[in-house]
């Protein structure tokens, strides 16, 4: 019984599945009220603990999540859970409030409010206190030492980046280097630095809400949790020797080979598809690439735009603000999509000029 369980969460634990879980039962978990109760954050928080504690049991799971490397991860995971749950239950709070026309809690609450001097320093002085004992505890308790000098004959199986860099490392199974090294790292900063000047939504500024932001929450919450934070749990807990994948309870076997046989999609079309070989011209050979990216990119949004659903944005937003937004909102969803192609089809570029290292 005990190992059909390990077998059906190590099976639930593939990418395929769990990005879809977690993507689908996160984006639902929002919506749902009584998640974002003092109850429902308990009976999360419990189910956590006890599924964690279960599977201590298993000596691979412990094996990993007690790596000295690993163990901040696992802090970082909860800290993260602690922190959205608190969020959105001040922001239903504030919701109920403003549904039974009282002002939020934020300019009721001055229980929160409190002198800097003495109170804060105090405060602030007691627990870096604190934080020093742990971490001494730690360093003491946690043997992290350090290891020979770099040599490239010798590597690491799997060689890791630090644990800050594990979601751009997944996503180098999905992208080319420069697009997941540099280019979506930069739209990402870009993106951020923009979303003032492209929200022009006034609700919410200085108090919780939800009701008032749900698709402005949604899609941020579903870019940071389900696109980055779930990419460094795959890389920190699943990713093991020769950067395959493996199930939580499945021992880490460095003679595993996974067979994959990535086709770019000139090679579906020209070879699967219409039955001919590859052009000559590289041009010719990736147009169904460019002309898919370019529609993608650049068509998309105006058709998007159109739309009943996109129209009240757009007339929100202005038509400058609604087409930035919405491509850095497509460009954040190609990383889903060139995951699902990966899985399904094993398709790893739309486009790929190998004559001028450009890979999409």
Same mark, same amino acid.
């Given at each position: 019984?005990?190992?059909?369980?390990?077998?059906?969460?190590?099976?639930?634990?593939?990418?395929?599945?769990?990005?879809?879980?977690?993507?689908?039962?996160?984006?639902? /978990?929002?919506?749902?009220?009584?998640?974002?109760?003092?109850?429902? !954050? %308990?009976?999360?928080?419990?189910?956590?603990?006890?599924?964690?504690?279960?599977?201590?049991? $298993?000596?691979?799971?412990?094996?990993?999540?007690?790596?000295? #490397?690993?163990?901040?991860?696992?802090?970082?995971?909860?800290?993260? @859970?602690?922190?959205?749950?608190?969020?959105?239950?001040?922001?239903?709070?504030? $919701?109920?409030?403003?549904?039974?026309?009282?002002?939020?809690?934020?300019?009721?609450?001055?229980?929160?409010?409190?002198?800097?001097?003495?109170?804060?320093?105090?405060?602030?002085?007691?627990?870096?206190?604190? +934080?020093?004992?742990?971490?001494?505890?730690?360093?003491? !308790? =946690?043997? /992290?030492?350090?290891?020979?000098?770099?040599?490239? /004959?010798?590597?690491?199986?799997?060689?890791?980046?630090?644990?800050?860099?594990?979601?751009?490392?997944?996503?180098?199974?999905?992208? #080319?280097?420069?697009?997941? @090294?540099?280019?979506?790292?930069?739209?990402?900063? =870009?993106? %951020?630095?923009?979303?003032?000047?492209? $929200?022009?939504?006034?609700?919410?500024?200085?108090?919780?809400?939800?009701?008032?932001?749900?698709?402005?929450? /949604?899609?941020?919450?579903?870019?940071?949790?389900? +696109?980055?934070?779930?990419?460094?749990?795959?890389?920190?807990?699943?990713?093991?020797?020769?950067?395959?994948?493996?199930?939580?309870?499945?021992?880490?076997?460095?003679?595993?080979?996974?067979?994959?046989?990535?086709? $770019?999609?000139?090679?579906?079309?020209?070879?699967?598809?219409?039955?001919?070989?590859?052009?000559?011209?590289? +041009?010719?050979?990736?147009?169904? !690439?460019?002309?898919?990216?370019? @529609?993608?990119?650049?068509? =998309?949004?105006?058709?998007?735009?159109?739309?009943?659903?996109?129209?009240?944005?757009?007339?929100?937003?202005?038509?400058?603000?609604?087409?930035?937004?919405?491509?850095?909102?497509?460009?954040?969803?190609?990383?889903?999509?060139?995951?699902?192609?990966?899985?399904?089809?094993?398709?790893?570029?739309?486009?790929?000029?190998?004559?001028?290292?450009?890979?999409?």
């Amino acid at each position: 019984m005990v190992e059909t369980i390990k077998a059906l969460v190590n099976g639930l634990a593939h990418p395929t599945w769990s990005f879809t879980l977690t993507a689908v039962l996160f984006m639902a /978990a929002l919506f749902w009220r009584p998640l974002w109760t003092k109850l429902g !954050g %308990l009976a999360m928080f419990l189910a956590s603990v006890v599924f964690f504690v279960l599977s201590m049991f $298993d000596p691979t799971f412990r094996a990993v999540v007690t790596k000295p #490397d690993n163990v901040p991860i696992v802090m970082m995971v909860y800290l993260i @859970g602690f922190f959205l749950w608190l969020a959105l239950y001040k922001a239903y709070q504030n $919701d109920e409030l403003t549904e039974q026309g009282e002002p939020t809690f934020e300019k009721t609450e001055v229980s929160e409010k409190i002198f800097t001097w003495p109170d804060l320093v105090f405060s602030e002085f007691i627990c870096m206190v604190i +934080l020093t004992v742990v971490l001494v505890v730690w360093s003491v !308790g =946690l043997q /992290a030492p350090l290891e020979e000098p770099a040599n490239t /004959a010798v590597a690491p199986n799997p060689s890791k980046a630090p644990w800050y860099f594990l979601g751009l490392q997944e996503m180098l199974v999905y992208f #080319d280097p420069w697009m997941a @090294g540099v280019v979506l790292p930069s739209l990402i900063i =870009l993106g %951020l630095c923009a979303i003032p000047y492209m $929200d022009t939504n006034p609700k919410g500024n200085g108090y919780f809400t939800f009701k008032e932001r749900r698709t402005e929450i /949604a899609l941020f919450l579903f870019g940071f949790v389900v +696109l980055w934070c779930y990419m460094i749990v795959i890389g920190t807990f699943l990713r093991g020797p020769n950067w395959n994948f493996f199930g939580p309870y499945e021992v880490w076997n460095v003679n595993k080979v996974e067979p994959l046989v990535n086709v $770019d999609l000139s090679e579906y079309f020209w070879i699967k598809w219409l039955g001919t070989g590859l052009p000559g011209n590289w +041009l010719v050979r990736e147009l169904p !690439g460019i002309v898919l990216m370019v @529609g993608y990119l650049f068509v =998309l949004p105006v058709a998007l735009s159109k739309l009943k659903l996109f129209k009240r944005y757009y007339d929100e937003m202005g038509p400058a603000r609604f087409y930035i937004a919405m491509s850095l909102f497509l460009v954040m969803m190609l990383l889903p999509i060139k995951m699902y192609v990966r899985w399904m089809f094993n398709l790893k570029y739309f486009v790929h000029i190998q004559e001028f290292f450009f890979n999409v």
